[in-house]
């Protein structure tokens, strides 16, 4: 009898090792090494010594004159789910939703599948992880009972795939989640890279074959120990992930990968108990609740694909008696705090260096354009010196190392968002002005370089 064939493989990133050690040299994870025996899952074929050679069949070309049409759409109706897919979901794509447990991902994918069914779709939504009693319970609550899903409680591949080829081809497909099914073809624990890989590999080739629309969901654990997620991205056409703070209503959905559409789009959700409810108008949603009086607090105008969005950035800065300050960012990138300390401090005198610094960006939400620089710069500077900025006031800009005020991008797009929300001041690159939509009813304060707006702020009274 032949030796069975193993291998180690990292559960975290799902690196293949030569040999068991107790960290992955490629994600550094701890005690994420498993030995899983090799196989070649759905269509994989097994070993090779075993597979019959078969002859390779023609297949047809096509030119780039564009003719082959695009592969239609299957539109939800959720119109901030819609936005992030880049249109609706593709005919034969799959796509893959991340996220911690418990953020909404079911609730999301339960509502898009309700919203398909009632325009005569069939969708099919197989969970592994619930019962169908608890999917219609849940169903029941956010007032989808009546709705044509067809539910399924399943974690066998071979079994969903027969289900799914019997009757008329589903439009959508929702398996909840990966990480629950599992392949006789693969000798591995359900939950194993082996096996989610093997498992998504069938649903992939499902959908391209028969031209469904396939969502995966797959949960990213606190540990990282089960890696579902990650290994496959790689093989999927759409990523989205489902961000959002526990203690908070609200859920942003990003697209950070996506074939057909956008890849830095957002959909704005509130979670209620009626299920997640559109936010059409997210800067409402981010500036609630603000405290315009207290010093260091700036709205920044900042975009999020195509959509302007404001967002209020907060900076407390405290006198420590470490012998290291503290430097504290939530939403932003940290690296990026540290140069604009540095620029503040060579540039522009502002020496902040026995200080600890806390940044914040209010509501949740994470910023990654370097348009906040100049934002994040006033917030600073506002709350050191102890001066509130103006409550109508909005920034953005990127600061160069010479402390140089650079433009952006959609100027216009911000100052339109900004007016409507009903701010009547704007500070941002001089360069930028000449961007600034014709009849625009707001005072445009341009700024060329950060010691400018440094000593502007320094020079207004202390609240």
Request: glycine share 12%; net charge neutral.
């Amino acid at each position: 009898m032949a030796k069975s064939r193993t291998r180690f493989v990292c559960q975290n990133c799902g690196t293949i090792a030569p040999r068991w050690t107790g960290k992955c040299e490629t994600c550094g994870e701890w005690n994420s090494i498993v030995e899983e025996a090799v196989g070649g899952g759905v269509g994989g074929g097994g070993p090779v010594a075993l597979v019959a050679k078969r002859q390779g069949r023609v297949i047809a070309l096509s030119t780039l004159d564009g003719t082959v049409q695009d592969s239609p759409r299957l539109v939800t109706g959720i119109g901030e789910l819609d936005r992030v897919t880049g249109g609706g979901f593709v005919e034969g794509s799959a796509l893959l939703v991340g996220g911690d447990p418990g953020i909404g991902k079911s609730t999301l994918l339960i509502q898009a599948a309700a919203a398909a069914a009632r325009r005569g779709e069939r969708v099919v939504y197989v969970s592994g992880e619930e019962a169908v009693a608890q999917v219609t319970m849940r169903a029941r609550r956010l007032g989808l009972a009546d709705a044509p899903v067809e539910l399924a409680s399943e974690t066998s591949i071979e079994d969903v795939l027969a289900t799914l080829d019997h009757g008329p081809v589903p439009r959508l497909v929702i398996i909840d989640s990966i990480q629950t099914m599992w392949t006789d073809t693969v000798e591995s624990a359900p939950g194993t890279v082996t096996q989610v890989r093997a498992s998504a590999q069938a649903l992939i080739r499902f959908a391209k074959a028969r031209g469904s629309a396939v969502v995966l969901v797959g949960h990213v654990t606190k540990d990282g120990q089960i890696a579902g997620p990650r290994v496959v991205e790689h093989m999927v056409d759409a990523v989205l992930y489902f961000e959002g703070d526990g203690a908070k209503s609200f859920r942003i959905l990003r697209a950070v990968k996506n074939r057909f559409g956008a890849t830095d789009e957002i959909g704005v959700f509130e979670m209620t108990g009626a299920g997640l409810k559109e936010v059409t108008n997210p800067s409402e949603l981010f500036l609630s609740d603000r405290d315009a009086s207290a010093p260091g607090t700036v709205v920044f105008a900042g975009m999020e694909g195509s959509r302007p969005v404001l967002v209020e950035i907060q900076a407390l800065v405290a006198q420590t008696n470490l012998g290291t300050a503290r430097r504290a960012v939530v939403g932003w990138d940290s690296n990026r705090l540290s140069m604009v300390l540095a620029v503040l401090d060579a540039r522009c005198g502002v020496k902040l260096a026995g200080y600890d610094v806390h940044l914040a960006v209010a509501g949740g939400l994470k910023i990654a354009e370097p348009a906040a620089d100049l934002a994040v710069a006033a917030a600073l500077v506002s709350a050191l010196a102890g001066v509130p900025l103006p409550a109508t006031s909005v920034a953005f800009g990127e600061i160069a190392l010479s402390g140089a005020i650079r433009p952006v991008g959609h100027s216009g797009a911000r100052l339109k968002e900004a007016e409507r929300l009903g701010f009547g001041e704007a500070v941002m690159a001089e360069a930028s002005r000449a961007e600034a939509p014709k009849g625009l009813g707001m005072t445009l304060r341009g700024q060329s370089h950060l010691s400018d707006l440094v000593a502007r702020i320094a020079a207004q009274p202390k609240g």
